[in-house]
């Protein structure tokens, strides 16, 4: 039994290092980045969920809607 233990923790810290690799190679997103990206995506079909998760993470910074142009916020606001 401790051995499978072993293996899952091995497993766990290549998983771990690979997200490490993975996000020290990718630069970032910027808000202006994600605002295009959620601009772009408003008006397709199945992108909904992914566009509410972008929405919420730049919701967390304060009033994130004040920053898109007004047709935008308010179509964002609508789908909310």
Known sequence: MGEHFADVIKAMRFVENSLQTLCDAHPGDTRADLQDLIQERLGSIGWEKWSELIREQL??????????????????????
Do not use: F, H, Q, T
Not at 59 to 80: H, M, T, V, W
């Open 59 to 80: 919701g967390s910074a304060n009033g994130y809607l004040s920053d898109y142009p007004e047709e935008i916020g308010e179509e964002i606001g609508e789908r909310k």
